[in-house]
């Protein structure tokens, strides 16, 4: 339809204005309007105007102009007699053959169409002729544009096409055309009722979310209640928890009996930490002019973001509460109790249980428990791996914790004296990380309790995350595991992944706790010393205790060989387990690498001549806290 066309060619061109006045001369004005607008009829053509077409068609002895875009914005007026006048004589133009030989379909294919004028200049060179202007509306009425636009179109290919059965073939057509008008309002209103409909589904989804958000908040209160209102379930068999519910087992018949008996805790060196952190507590304020041994306490404390934190030095200042006060101090430090709205006194109680709950070893007791809960904070922080893993408080919260109960209800005697003597908790664990399994149940049980549930704040989801990471680092600390742990993560060290995935995050973490649980032979020579004469002391109680029962030595654990053996072990233990797994560790840790240096300068100290006689006569100095 882009070209020129008609329905009828004879009438694209009226006559020449001489001969119209010459046979028109004797009709009158109105005749001579009909015969003008008869000429008229399905009149389609493309304008000069880029992309506009005109369409002109007659109705009643009435001229219907119309322009459509290829946007389908269509512009439609129908002219009566008296309009057409107007217009004919604003064009200069006297009577009705001038005005529609201006107009006819050659001028009509040079017209143009702006701001709803639609501007046919004509041939006529008569110095009062003007162009004809016919001004038209924006029209979408389904009937107008019908009859202006669409009827001269389609007769127009209808006679373009010159079909046999041309009545059939218009017929069919302005069907179609009525269809597709339709198909078009139709969507027009669709297009109305979703932006009604838009901001309805908007707050639709909005409610939605709060209303699961609620669900959420409601499980996780539900979750809360179940736990803090749990009755323990007693173990009937082992009679535990009498009065308290710290257990009171007797592992092995070899080992002391512990009863616990928390050990009260310096009022003035806790009151001095929860003002520095703003704790409120209805504890009674102390006299701090009373007791001014809280300052060392204190000083001591200050120290604990260093690498030689001395855990004997705060066993002492505290009077025997190594583990509460760097437990406490750490978890204030690193906003851990606000961020899981800790009671203050449930930590309280909690901490003083915990730290009961270890027994008087020479080596596996709350100091150890306190040195390795600080060189954990160490990794995590001085160390870089709060920043390598992206560590977010949950990850904190199970480090911290992990290392404050990794031997808890410890005996004394290792995994491989309860596996031979076919004792309680071998059984119960089918010898399987025996001690460390132990050790995460007995606290577990515990938090039971209201009265010590530190877990009371925490939605479900956050609990089951601590738990499993808990538990997950505390397994990994069983030596008999070691190698297979420790391989694990040179393999994860050699892809070039980021360390992103949970599993990533605990293998990990377990490896910080493992090497915070032997860094003692990474410290300053003083320390590794102390920890040294600890540890041969509790190796030896085990060896007694297996030459009693007519069982084999454990190796390094015969006090009949200490001249010997004890240097030859610790020189094994540092080069086959200790510096390897801290070079793996400072591949993931740069900050960390110093503590191998260390530990070799302890090697080279126990190869020294002068050593032998220095360790026999000091070994009588070791104690346990």
């Not at 512009?75 to 064009?91: F, G, H, I, P, R």
């Not at 009545?167 to 055309?177: I, N, S, T």
């Not at 583990?323 to 406490?328: M, S």
Request: with cysteine; net charge neutral; charged share 25%.
């Amino acid at each position: 339809c882009g070209s020129s066309v008609s329905s009828d060619p004879t009438k694209h061109e009226t006559k020449p204005e001489s001969e119209g006045r010459a046979n028109g001369k004797h009709l009158s004005d109105e005749a001579a309007f009909k015969q003008g607008v008869t000429k008229f009829v399905d009149v389609f053509t493309k304008i000069a105007t880029p992309k506009h077409y005109v369409g002109i068609t007659t109705d009643n002895s009435e001229l219907v102009i119309s322009t459509w875009n290829e946007q389908r914005e269509v512009y439609c007026e129908v002219l009566d007699q008296a309009t057409l006048l107007l217009v004919k004589t604003e064009s200069g133009r006297s009577h009705w053959p001038e005005f529609f030989e201006a107009i006819k379909f050659k001028a009509l294919a040079k017209a143009t169409f702006e701001n709803g004028i639609l501007e046919v200049r004509g041939n006529s060179k008569h110095p009062h002729h003007r162009p004809v202007r016919f001004k038209l509306e924006r029209n979408e009425k389904p009937t107008q544009v019908l009859c202006g636009m669409l009827g001269p179109m389609i007769n127009c290919i209808v006679q373009f096409k010159q079909r046999p059965c041309d009545a059939e073939f218009r017929k069919l057509e302005l069907e179609q055309v009525g269809l597709r008008q339709c198909i078009a309002d139709r969507e027009q209103q669709l297009t109305t009722v979703q932006n009604e409909l838009k901001p309805l589904q908007e707050d639709a989804n909005h409610a939605q979310d709060d209303a699961r958000a609620a669900k959420e908040q409601l499980e996780g209160m539900v979750q809360r209640i179940r736990r803090m209102t749990f009755v323990m379930d007693f173990h009937k068999r082992d009679h535990l928890y009498p009065d308290d519910p710290i257990q009171n087992l007797l592992h092995l018949p070899q080992a002391k009996e512990h009863v616990p008996s928390p050990v009260p805790c310096n009022p003035h060196a806790l009151h001095r930490i929860r003002t520095k952190y703003r704790v409120k507590s209805t504890a009674p304020l102390p006299d701090v002019h009373d007791d001014m041994q809280h300052e060392m306490v204190l000083q001591k404390l200050a120290k604990i973001d260093t690498w030689d934190y001395d855990a004997f030095g705060i066993a002492k200042a505290s009077n025997g509460c190594p583990l509460f006060f760097t437990c406490y101090e750490l978890l204030y430090r690193c906003k851990l109790v606000s961020h899981y709205k800790i009671d203050d006194t449930i930590l309280y109680n909690f901490l003083r249980t915990v730290e009961a709950g270890y027994h008087p070893n020479h080596y596996h007791n709350n100091t150890h428990a306190a040195d390795v809960l600080q060189i954990m904070h160490y990794i995590v922080h001085k160390g870089g791996m709060k920043d390598v893993l992206s560590m977010q408080p949950n990850e904190i919260f199970a480090s911290l914790i992990s290392a404050a109960i990794h031997d808890f209800d410890h005996p004394g005697f290792n995994n491989n004296f309860h596996i031979k003597t076919q004792a309680y908790l071998a059984t119960l664990y089918n010898d399987r990380s025996v001690l460390e399994n132990h050790h995460v149940s007995q606290v577990y049980e515990l938090v039971k309790n209201p009265k010590y549930n530190i877990f009371a704040g925490m939605t479900w989801e956050q609990y089951k995350d601590i738990r499993d990471s808990i538990t997950e680092m505390v397994l990994a600390t069983d030596m008999g595991i070691h190698a297979k742990i420790t391989q694990q993560f040179k393999n994860r060290l050699s892809e070039v992944r980021a360390w992103q995935s949970k599993e990533d995050m605990r293998l990990a973490l377990s490896i910080a706790l493992k090497m915070a649980d032997i860094s003692n032979c990474c410290r300053s020579t003083s320390i590794y010393q102390k920890w040294a004469r600890c540890i041969v002391e509790e190796f030896y109680v085990q060896g007694d205790a297996e030459a009693r029962l007519g069982y084999p030595i454990s190796p390094f654990m015969d006090r009949n060989k200490d001249d010997t053996d004890f240097v030859k072990g610790q020189i094994s233990f540092m080069n086959y387990i200790v510096v390897p797994l801290f070079n793996a560790g400072a591949e993931l840790l740069p900050n960390m690498a110093f503590a191998a240096d260390m530990c070799h300068r302890n090697r080279e100290m126990l190869d020294s001549p002068n050593f032998a006689h220095y360790w026999k006569n000091g070994k009588d100095g070791a104690t346990g806290t």
